[in-house]
């Protein structure tokens, strides 16, 4: 028998070089006592919110899918998934729901491992899963003026189009992503556009923009999650992302001079958020984030804790939205985690927005309905004359589920 991994010498080996090599990276000295001064200055706390004085709508977008799913000869099909569900508060009830998007963002994709004859496919599947074609998506975002100061080159939407990275179907953890992406921010784009008007929708994701500074490459769902920001500020809705990934070294530092700020002592502080600083607006970086795009372009980026059960979290918002409505008002900036407290008061996931917990146990799907989606398209294929011998499950095939 095998001896077990972690009982082999080389993985004791390497698990001391990969121990030191951390240990190294964070303990190095990142923060200044002037910059410290400046991070406890700008953390603020909010309310622990158990009660609104008037209700509001919260919605929330979650997605799912089988990435491939199947391989059919030398191409593969996947299923996409997402959903949005809309929340009303109650006092006395606490979040009720009041609908779901009409109808889930589903899309059953096909694409051949041939570029050329996959480009069409991958149009027509981008566009049913954003809501509207891809050639509107990318005229009505604002991530072609964004693009355009990042790379300093005019884009032509024609142009933007024709460059669009559209990976190849074997390569499929990029495949994935493209697909995974726009159906989630489809469902957002769905949410913002619903007769259900919320107050607030959210998304667990960032508002980064991976290819802003190339001059000609962009990712579709990069044009489609601006246009989310267009959409939703047009029609009065905060549109915010929220991460449990910050992505921060040395967290431990802002969480110590947030206890501080608050008064909490050596007892970790809940109810704080510290806005980071913001290009062209304030006078200082933080440099806990050298090298990082953050904010990305186009928003402005929150630290925010909710419980103290819960870690750090990131939020995005749109920073036209902000700067309209949230640069000069911090009492609007306050209320704003206060009510976003109210709808992360749910045990199945205190100290994070319900919302988007609910919205990812509904679309989620188990491995027997993966099963039965496999065996609805195999059954559908045959009939229409395909050989059933073609199809594979590569994963069951290999002992992987």
Not at 221 to 228: D, G, P, T, V
Not at 341 to 352: L, P
Request: neutral net charge; glycine residues 6%.
């Amino acid at each position: 028998m095998a001896t077990s991994l972690q009982h082999r010498e080389v993985f004791a080996t390497k698990l001391g070089k990969l121990v030191a090599d951390m240990s190294s990276w964070e303990g190095k000295a990142r923060v200044g006592a002037d910059e410290a001064d400046r991070i406890r200055s700008g953390i603020r706390g909010f309310p622990h919110t158990t009660a609104v004085t008037e209700p509001y709508m919260v919605g929330g977008v979650d997605g799912s899918g089988d990435y491939p799913c199947l391989a059919y000869s030398d191409s593969f099909v996947s299923i996409a998934n997402a959903s949005g569900t809309v929340y009303r508060t109650d006092s006395f009830h606490g979040l009720s729901e009041v609908a779901s998007v009409a109808d889930p963002n589903l899309e059953l994709v096909w694409l051949p491992d041939d570029r050329e004859a996959a480009r069409p496919l991958w149009l027509e599947a981008l566009g049913n899963l954003a809501g509207a074609p891809v050639r509107i998506v990318i005229s009505e975002s604002d991530y072609r003026s964004l693009k355009d100061a990042a790379a300093h080159y005019l884009h032509g939407s024609i142009e933007l189009e024709d460059n669009l990275i559209l990976p190849a179907a074997s390569d499929t953890s990029n495949v994935a992503i493209q697909l995974r992406s726009c159906a989630e921010l489809g469902a957002a784009y769905r949410l913002v556009r619903h007769s259900a008007k919320c107050r607030y929708v959210l998304m667990d994701t960032t508002l980064s923009l991976p290819m802003v500074t190339r001059r000609q490459l962009s990712l579709f769902y990069e044009h489609l999650k601006r246009l989310c920001c267009v959409e939703a500020r047009s029609n009065g809705i905060v549109f915010i992302t929220i991460s449990k990934s910050h992505g921060l070294p040395s967290i431990d530092l802002v969480e110590q001079l947030a206890a501080q700020a608050c008064g909490t002592g050596e007892r970790a502080a809940e109810h704080w958020f510290l806005r980071l600083p913001t290009p062209g607006h304030d006078d200082w970086q933080l440099s806990l984030l050298e090298s990082r795009s953050i904010p990305p372009m186009g928003a402005v980026t929150y630290l925010a804790r909710f419980h103290r059960n819960t870690p750090v979290l990131r939020l995005d918002l749109d920073r036209v939205y902000w700067e309209k409505h949230l640069r000069d008002d911090p009492m609007e900036e306050t209320r704003m985690f206060a009510e976003l407290d109210y709808a992360s008061h749910d045990q199945r996931s205190f100290g994070y927005p319900y919302p988007i917990k609910a919205c990812h146990d509904r679309v989620r799907l188990s491995m027997n309905e993966r099963a039965a989606l496999k065996k609805q398209i195999i059954e559908a294929a045959v009939a229409q004359g395909m050989k059933r011998s073609l199809f594979r499950d590569a994963s069951k095939a290999t002992g992987h589920v």
